[in-house]
């Protein structure tokens, strides 16, 4: 194959990669009431001292850490730390548990070890299918933490096991995108909410300087 038709099947290529981004995309726009509640109930929750625990596999794993370091850092403008963790990226647990558990437990044990009542436990998953994410959602039922989850197309397993989910209608690349466009603007919701709450004063001080201090 010549250059010219290399380029030209490249150029198609990933012309059809971006066209595939749109689906996910309108997918997204259908389901904005529910990740902007969603970004409203997280402030809430984090604000009232409770937690954010998230989990993926691979590039999913990326991309729950991404949400978690919006929050424990910033998204746009500066607020208080928030407590978030991204349960794929204790390193030494996980392995420890993966040796001593089997991998479909390395997420179940540490919700157990983590969750309290009140809590979130996000998951992420293109397929919907990861059998350590169905644990970890078994093991947060039992500890009145509430699940959501990110997926591709549904119906999936995850999806139906969690509370409450964002299952969008696309090709695994382009849900996968999708999502970290999902969790900004959850980010989004979660700001303005913490702004709202940090122009109601309790003995003297804003709901964020009273996040601040947990």
Same mark, same amino acid.
């Given at each position: 194959?010549?250059?010219?038709?290399?380029?030209?099947?490249?150029?198609?290529?990933?012309?059809?990669?971006?066209?595939?981004?749109?689906?996910?995309?309108?997918?997204?726009?259908?389901?904005s =009431? &529910?990740?902007a509640?969603w970004?409203?109930? *997280?402030?809430?929750?984090?604000? %009232?001292?409770?937690? !954010?625990l /998230?989990?993926g596999?691979?590039?999913?794993?990326?991309?729950?850490?991404?949400?978690t370091?919006?929050?424990?850092?910033?998204?746009?403008?500066?607020?208080a730390?928030?407590?978030?963790?991204?349960?794929?990226?204790?390193t030494?647990?996980?392995?420890a548990?993966?040796?001593?558990?089997g991998f479909?437990?390395?997420?179940?044990r540490?919700?157990?070890a983590? =969750? &309290?009542t009140?809590?979130?436990?996000l998951? *992420?998953?293109?397929?919907?299918? %990861?059998?350590?994410? !169905?644990? /970890?959602?078994?093991?947060?039922?039992?500890l009145?933490?509430?699940t959501?989850?990110?997926?591709?197309?549904?119906?999936?397993?995850?999806?139906?096991?969690?509370?409450?989910a964002?299952?969008l209608d696309?090709?695994?690349?382009n849900a996968?995108?999708?999502?970290?466009?999902?969790?900004?603007?959850?980010?989004?919701?979660?700001?303005?909410?913490?702004?709202?709450?940090?122009?109601?004063?309790?003995?003297?001080?804003?709901?964020?300087?009273?996040g601040a201090?947990?």
């Open positions: 194959m010549d250059t010219v038709a290399l380029d030209t099947e490249s150029a198609d290529v990933v012309r059809r990669h971006l066209d595939n981004v749109l689906p996910a995309l309108e997918s997204l726009r259908a389901q =009431g &529910r990740l509640a970004g409203v109930d *997280l402030a809430q929750r984090l604000l %009232s001292g409770q937690r !954010l /998230a989990a596999n691979g590039g999913s794993a990326a991309e729950a850490q991404h949400l370091a919006e929050l424990v850092g910033r998204f746009d403008g500066e607020r730390p928030f407590s978030a963790i991204s349960l794929h990226a204790e030494s647990a996980l392995t548990l993966a040796n001593d558990y479909e437990q390395v997420f179940a540490q919700v157990r983590h =969750g &309290r009140g809590d979130v436990l998951l *992420l998953s293109t397929s919907g299918q %990861s059998p350590n994410l !169905l644990r /970890a959602v078994e093991a947060a039922a039992g009145n933490v509430t959501w989850a990110l997926t591709g197309p549904g119906p999936n397993p995850l999806a139906n096991a969690c509370d409450e964002v299952m696309a090709l695994n690349a996968q995108e999708g999502h970290l466009i999902a969790l900004h603007a959850i980010c989004r919701a979660f700001d303005l909410e913490v702004r709202r709450r940090s122009s109601g004063i309790q003995d003297g001080r804003t709901d964020v300087e009273w201090e947990r």
